[in-house]
């Protein structure tokens, strides 16, 4: 036994070495008696719940008004799901499920994207090259040939108030052996500042509309539209709304905002009074200024080969500047829209059909897919061995059969963005000029190759056949449909037991297999909560009053 040298003698050296050896065999009886299943105190009770429902301990007072009580009385536990401790508590558990964080998603490109050089100095100008190019006159355009504006105030304008640069305030400069035709900058406060910018002159343009085409086929476009991006007259409009400023600024605020609203769907259903199933089925949510800037102004100014939330024509835009933090409730119109299921957050983190459906049964059905236990033979299982049709072709078919009617709930949204395909004028379910097309849109929404299933079909519409009537119903549906369904059938319900039972209990509940004691209660919990108008806090008051909650296992 070592020895700890301490002031004081002999003696006190011998009584400190008892005292660590005593000690050291108390801790390691009581550490083999925590492992046996027993029932906690009413004071481990108070701390379970309270970092359980407020995560965070309780205080001294509460402790101490716990003295006279047998156990924690229903009504502290009422107090604690009613409190906001609680409300944020319930926000991080369904971020668990949710995964809202889409800051890694790019929502702008360098069609719409303002940066600055550094020359000419602290004035700003979009990075695409294509666009200085159309401003600036240069066809062999690289930055060795200067392709912003020169550093000196634009004043000169064409009338109309658009701050149109006039030709005769447009200077030719040689740049490293090449004409450069360059305008100035102007000072332009920005929607994301109460400070004012430099800002190219061409870059600057306030035009709001111009026409693109001729004759029958002419259209009057905004000119935060992409389409509209090789046209002189069109910059970022006035008080540049239709570009991006820097990410902080901008583009982080916008995906903070789209997780919040998403959060503030949350409070609703956890202290807000409203039942879960709004959670999932709601047609209206808060959009705040950051959201309805980017919905209206900058969304439709994108690439075609990213994300695609384009406004659809029947959304009324909200009429919010992007400085107003507040959050205002917008009806989204369309009963395709499913309450967290069709928000930004979720359609831009999950961005296939596939995902967001399988998403969808992880967090409400409490379902996985699970892979087949061996190949299949093409021969000997009469399936396919190279089917487009992911239904048909071997061993694939185990979980399409069910991944894809599934997924085509969500079939009516652009994957990879936001917006409904319902508009049959812009989203035909079949354009047969697509086949064998390079067309960037074609390539991106439908079947081009000629050996492809109903050549020329909108992507999710390809396999809406007579052999797939589960496909065509779920598309008409939408995802509010496999709401209601997981609704009828309990799935909802008891998905949503099991959920919180496991958070709660920290272990699955035993409903399954040779162990399934807890299958009685669990369909129990499930019919209470479902009477009880699927109320969150009935349901977790329900599983932390259960007799398995006060014990140790």
């Given at each position: 036994?070592?020895?700890?040298?301490?002031?004081?003698?002999?003696?006190?050296?011998?009584?400190?070495?008892?005292?660590?050896?005593?000690?050291?065999?108390?801790?390691?009886q009581?550490?083999?008696?925590?492992?046996?299943?027993?029932?906690i105190?009413?004071?481990?009770?108070?701390?379970?719940?309270?970092?359980?429902?407020?995560?965070?301990?309780?205080?001294?007072?509460?402790?101490?008004?716990?003295?006279?009580?047998s156990?924690?009385?229903?009504?502290v536990i009422?107090?604690?799901?009613?409190?906001?401790?609680?409300?944020?508590?319930?926000?991080?558990?369904?971020?668990?499920?949710?995964?809202?964080?889409?800051?890694?998603?790019?929502?702008?490109?360098?069609?719409?994207?303002?940066?600055?050089?550094?020359?000419?100095?602290?004035?700003?100008?979009?990075?695409?090259?294509?666009?200085?190019?159309?401003?600036?006159?240069?066809?062999?355009?690289?930055?060795?040939?200067?392709?912003?504006?020169?550093?000196?105030?634009?004043?000169?304008?064409?009338?109309?108030?658009?701050?149109?640069?006039?030709?005769?305030?447009?200077?030719?400069?040689?740049?490293?052996?090449?004409?450069?035709?360059?305008?100035?900058?102007?000072?332009?406060?920005?929607?994301?500042?109460?400070?004012?910018?430099?800002?190219?002159?061409?870059?600057?343009?306030?035009?709001?509309?111009?026409?693109?085409?001729?004759?029958?086929?002419?259209?009057?476009?905004?000119?935060?539209?992409?389409?509209?991006?090789?046209?002189?007259?069109?910059?970022?409009?006035?008080?540049?709304?239709?570009?991006?400023?820097?990410?902080?600024?901008?583009?982080?605020?916008?995906?903070?905002?789209?997780?919040?609203?998403?959060?503030?769907?949350?409070?609703?259903?956890?202290?807000?009074?409203?039942?879960?199933t709004?959670?999932?089925?709601?047609?209206?949510?808060?959009?705040?200024?950051?959201?309805?800037?980017?919905?209206?102004?900058?969304?439709?100014?994108?690439?075609?080969?990213?994300?695609?939330?384009?406004?659809?024509?029947?959304?009324?835009?909200?009429?919010?500047?992007?400085?107003?933090?507040?959050?205002?409730?917008?009806?989204?119109?369309?009963?395709?829209?499913?309450?967290?299921?069709?928000?930004?957050?979720?359609?831009l983190?999950?961005?296939?059909?596939?995902?967001?459906?399988?998403?969808?049964?992880?967090?409400?059905?409490?379902?996985?897919?699970?892979?087949?236990?061996?190949?299949?033979?093409?021969?000997?299982?009469?399936?396919?061995?190279?089917?487009?049709?992911?239904?048909?072709?071997?061993?694939?078919r185990?979980?399409?059969?069910?991944?894809?009617?599934?997924?085509?709930?969500?079939?009516q949204?652009?994957?990879?963005?936001?917006?409904?395909?319902?508009?049959?004028?812009?989203?035909p379910?079949?354009?047969?000029?697509?086949?064998?097309?390079?067309?960037?849109?074609?390539?991106?929404?439908?079947a081009?190759?000629?050996?492809?299933?109903n050549?020329?079909a909108?992507?999710?519409?390809?396999?809406?056949?007579?052999?797939?009537?589960?496909?065509?119903?779920?598309?008409?549906?939408?995802?509010?449909?496999?709401?209601?369904?997981?609704?009828?059938?309990?799935?909802?319900?008891?998905?949503?037991?099991?959920?919180?039972?496991?958070?709660?209990?920290?272990?699955?509940?035993r409903?399954?297999?040779?162990?399934?004691?807890?299958?009685?209660?669990?369909?129990?919990?499930?019919?209470?909560?479902?009477?009880?108008?699927?109320?969150?806090?009935?349901?977790?008051?329900?599983?932390?009053?259960?007799p398995?909650?006060?014990?140790?296992?």
């Open positions: 036994m070592n020895t700890v040298s301490i002031p004081g003698g002999t003696m006190q050296r011998v009584v400190f070495t008892l005292t660590l050896a005593l000690t050291a065999s108390a801790l390691a009581t550490a083999a008696e925590c492992q046996q299943p027993r029932d105190d009413k004071y481990q009770q108070l701390r379970r719940l309270s970092l359980d429902l407020r995560g965070r301990i309780p205080d001294v007072t509460e402790y101490e008004a716990l003295d006279a009580q156990e924690v009385p229903a009504s009422r107090s604690y799901l009613a409190s906001d401790d609680f409300r944020v508590v319930m926000r991080r558990y369904h971020e668990d499920l949710f995964w809202p964080n889409i800051s890694n998603i790019a929502l702008n490109n360098v069609n719409a994207q303002l940066t600055t050089s550094g020359n000419p100095p602290d004035v700003n100008s979009l990075s695409s090259t294509g666009r200085r190019r159309t401003f600036r006159g240069v066809t062999d355009a690289n930055t060795a040939h200067g392709l912003q504006c020169g550093d000196f105030e634009q004043t000169q304008f064409l009338p109309g108030g658009q701050f149109r640069p006039d030709p005769a305030g447009i200077r030719t400069t040689m740049v490293n052996g090449v004409a450069v035709r360059q305008e100035g900058w102007r000072l332009v406060t920005p929607y994301w500042s109460t400070t004012p910018i430099k800002v190219c002159a061409y870059d600057a343009q306030e035009t709001e509309t111009v026409t693109i085409g001729t004759g029958a086929t002419a259209r009057t476009l905004s000119c935060g539209h992409y389409e509209t991006n090789g046209n002189i007259a069109c910059g970022c409009g006035a008080g540049l709304k239709f570009c991006y400023g820097p990410t902080a600024a901008v583009r982080t605020v916008i995906a903070n905002s789209a997780r919040e609203q998403l959060n503030l769907l949350v409070d609703r259903v956890s202290t807000g009074g409203r039942p879960y709004d959670l999932v089925l709601s047609r209206t949510v808060p959009v705040n200024g950051p959201l309805a800037h980017w919905k209206r102004d900058l969304s439709s100014n994108l690439s075609v080969n990213r994300v695609w939330s384009i406004p659809d024509p029947t959304e009324a835009p909200v009429n919010k500047p992007f400085s107003d933090m507040t959050w205002s409730d917008v009806d989204r119109g369309s009963d395709l829209h499913a309450g967290a299921l069709t928000t930004m957050a979720y359609l983190r999950f961005q296939t059909n596939r995902g967001r459906a399988n998403r969808y049964r992880i967090d409400f059905e409490c379902e996985s897919y699970v892979p087949p236990s061996r190949l299949e033979d093409p021969v000997a299982d009469n399936c396919s061995a190279d089917s487009d049709d992911l239904t048909k072709r071997c061993t694939c185990g979980c399409h059969r069910g991944l894809e009617p599934l997924a085509s709930h969500w079939g949204i652009a994957e990879g963005g936001t917006t409904l395909l319902t508009n049959l004028t812009e989203w379910r079949m354009r047969a000029n697509c086949v064998g097309s390079t067309n960037a849109i074609c390539n991106r929404f439908y081009t190759s000629n050996d492809a299933e050549k020329g909108l992507l999710p519409y390809q396999f809406a056949d007579a052999q797939h009537p589960e496909i065509t119903a779920a598309l008409g549906g939408g995802p509010r449909k496999r709401v209601n369904e997981s609704l009828a059938n309990g799935a909802f319900a008891r998905c949503a037991v099991k959920r919180a039972w496991s958070n709660l209990m920290k272990r699955d509940m409903v399954s297999g040779t162990s399934a004691d807890e299958l009685a209660t669990l369909e129990s919990l499930a019919s209470g909560f479902t009477s009880n108008n699927y109320s969150l806090p009935w349901l977790v008051e329900q599983i932390v009053t259960q398995q909650y006060r014990r140790v296992r």
